[in-house]
């Protein structure tokens, strides 16, 4: 199976932090919606898909296979729990996904990374610098880099760019 992370960043190389004063771009989340429709499915955390449903999610998605990764939650509905990167990865398997597109939050992609379960990254670089904000941390208490190969660069419009990396994941 495909792994891809989708997510947006800021100039600087931050999260883009998206809240009710600072909403995603429209390029960025039709974006999001294409991947998304194009692989059936996504995973994302717990905090990440209840702020999608307060703000009307997930609309669009509602047809799609939703993976929320946490190790607290119970039953969500429109949407199957898992406790772990690789249980999401074999339900959607199961269900017969090709490719499996992680969404968010910072978290959850810092989880599948570290855990050598990323073929593919797609970064939307937003037209904004964030004082603060979350990286992505492949391994958190040592030095160290994945390789990785340009697949595509392309404007996207709003002054957003996409960035798509392949991982090569026989170097750890």
Known sequence: MKTIVWATLTANGNYAQSGPDNPPTKEALDDFFAQAAAAGNFIVGRRTFEGMRGSGGPGPLADLDIVVVSKSAADIPGAKVVSSPQDALDYLRGNGHLTALISGGADIHNSF????????????????????????????????????????????????????????????
Do not use: M, W
């Open 113 to 172: 990374l570290g855990q050598g379960l990323v073929d593919e990254v797609i970064f939307n670089v937003a037209p904004v610098l964030e004082g603060r904000g979350l990286n992505l941390l492949i391994d958190r208490d040592h030095y160290r880099f994945k390789q990785v190969q340009l697949l595509d660069c392309k404007p996207l419009g709003g002054g957003v760019v996409q960035l798509r990396y392949a991982i090569d994941r026989t170097v750890s």
